[in-house]
T-cell receptor, first 112, second 115 residues
Framework: AQSVTQLGSHVSVSEGALVLLRCNYS??????LFWYVQYPNQGLQLLLK??????LVKGINGFEAEFKKSETSFHLTKPSAHMSDAAEYFC??????????FGAGTRLTVKP | DAGVIQSPRHEVTEMGQEVTLRCKPI?????LFWYRQTMMRGLELLIY????????DSGMPEDRFSAKMPNASFSTLKIQPSEPRDSAVYFC?????????????FGNGTRLTVT
């Protein structure tokens, strides 16, 4: 069955440090993968998506993610964290039947 | 583009009462999803529609939950009777006709509290 697993429910970094949020997927067919961000009291917003055009995907707010088929991973990174990046981040997988499944989420805290 | 619109933003009700949550998807989107978010269970898919037809309702927790999509611009999620364990944030999302490669667009959610 298709699913995603996010490693680490809570990640804390200092402002200016590298952000790395981990996501591994399980899929028997080529997956479509997404990262979303959720700020308090808001819905989820799309950060970026992988749809097989390129393995390194750039998104909004300086985030990017790399699709690694051999590792079944789609980790999210940002070179330098900003206070405004504090939020909850969700990895999601979509597949042929039009369904979309989300990981459990990772809460990012940015320390000054 | 007004985005996905959900109403109400907050709902407080007593156990046993009927609750109706509403959603207006983005114009032109032909798939609509209802999710529930709680601290314990995260983001759960309840049901989704394609072209107003329910495709998968296996995530609907019990018969107390029902969802309808009478037309392309409106959907409801009803809980009758409501219970305290139904307290959660309910999200509606829509997607265009490009299928699985298209992202979901989320509303701001309805925070339901059942006392």
């Amino acid at each position: 069955a298709q699913s995603v697993t996010q490693l680490g429910s809570h990640v804390s970094v200092s402002e200016g440090a590298l952000v790395l949020l981990r996501c591994n997927y399980s899929s028997s067919v080529p997956p479509y993968l997404f990262w979303y961000v959720q700020y308090p009291n808001q819905g989820l917003q799309l950060l970026l998506k992988y749809t097989s055009a390129a393995t390194l995907v750039k998104g909004i707010n300086g985030f990017e993610a790399e699709f690694k088929k051999s590792e079944t991973s789609f980790h999210l990174t940002k070179p330098s964290a900003h206070m405004s990046d504090a939020a909850e981040y969700f990895c999601a997988v979509s597949f042929g039947n039009n369904d979309m499944r989300f990981g459990a989420g990772t809460r990012l805290t940015v320390k000054p | 583009d007004a985005g996905v619109i959900q109403s109400p933003r907050h709902e407080v009700t007593e156990m046993g009462q009927e609750v109706t949550l509403r959603c207006k998807p983005i114009s032109g989107h032909n798939s609509l999803f209802w999710y529930r978010q709680t601290m314990m269970r995260g983001l759960e898919l309840l049901i989704y529609f394609n072209n107003n037809v329910p495709i998968d309702d296996s995530g609907m927790p019990e018969d107390r939950f029902s969802a309808k999509m009478p037309n392309a611009s409106f959907s409801t999620l009803k809980i009758q009777p409501s219970e305290p364990r139904d307290s959660a944030v309910y999200f509606c999302a829509s997607r265009d006709g490009q299928g699985a490669s298209s992202p979901l667009h989320f509303g701001n959610g309805t925070r339901l509290t059942v006392t």
